[in-house]
T-cell receptor, first 114, second 112 residues
Framework: EAGVAQSPRYKIIEKRQSVAFWCNPI?????LYWYQQILGQGPKLLIQ????????DSQLPKDRFSAERLKGVDSTLKIQPAKLEDSAVYLC????????????FGQGTRLTVV | AQKITQTQPGMFVQEKEAVTLDCTYD???????LFWYKQPSSGEMIFLIY??????QNATEGRYSLNFQKARKSANLVISASQLGDSAMYFC?????????FGDGTTLTVKP
């Protein structure tokens, strides 16, 4: 079974530029999560999708962050414009459903904003 | 208020010994789930173990067990017979109403 795929693995951009991350969840997984993990902290949920609908985006800075999962499969997370404090690892995870007993994580995208 | 508290920023254990990583949580819901994940230096998050709030028995997965004390709202991870490969960051997480919250983690170092 293929795992959660994320790209790119690393990205360096200047502040005020835009960036996009891509995630392909495990086949058949209805629930998809985007997390932000700042160095030394635990992952913080940015947005959760159930199929192509948003379940929770309460911690997504909507003035600069956006995410979509148009066909209920893969997803993109965009930041525009980026700030220095956006430097973090962005983790995508998926599970069978929101009540699943485990979520599978991708390897993450390490973003550095300079 | 913190929903998940991991009070040990770092822990050391001798190879082959057991170690307990602490986790306390805060919720007013009756139905919730508790998870532990391992994050090696390579960065991927690896699921270790799950405990449902209604599960009467403590969850076990190989060398991992979860010491679930519902009244105290604690969900400590016990790793038996530590191995060098267990050196990593360990995160406790709680899911309530479909939403997950992670603690800030404990760094475990296994000494040879």
């Amino acid at each position: 079974e293929a795992g959660v795929a994320q790209s790119p693995r690393y990205k360096i951009i200047e502040k005020r530029q835009s960036v996009a991350f891509w995630c392909n969840p495990i086949s058949g997984h209805a629930t998809l999560y985007w997390y932000q993990q700042i160095l030394g902290q635990g992952p913080k949920l940015l947005i959760q999708f159930q199929n192509n609908g948003v379940v929770d985006d309460s911690q997504l800075p909507k003035d600069r962050f956006s995410a979509e999962r148009l066909k209920g499969v893969d997803s993109t997370l965009k930041i525009q414009p980026a700030k220095l404090e956006d430097s973090a690892v962005y983790l995508c995870a998926s599970s069978h459903n929101a009540r699943g007993t485990e979520a599978f994580f991708g390897q993450g995208t390490r973003l550095t904003v300079v | 208020a913190q929903k998940i508290t991991q009070t040990q920023p770092g822990m050391f254990v001798q190879e082959k010994e057991a170690v307990t990583l602490d986790c306390t949580y805060d919720t007013s819901d009756q139905s919730y789930g508790l998870f532990w994940y391992k994050q090696p230096s390579s960065g991927e998050m690896i699921f270790l173990i799950y405990q449902g709030s209604y599960d009467e028995q403590n969850a076990t997965e190989g060398r991992y067990s979860l010491n679930f004390q519902k009244a105290r709202k604690s969900a400590n991870l016990v790793i038996s017979a530590s191995q060098l490969g267990d050196s990593a960051m360990y995160f406790c997480a709680m899911r309530e109403r479909g939403k997950s919250t992670f603690g800030d983690g404990t760094t475990l170092t296994v000494k040879p």
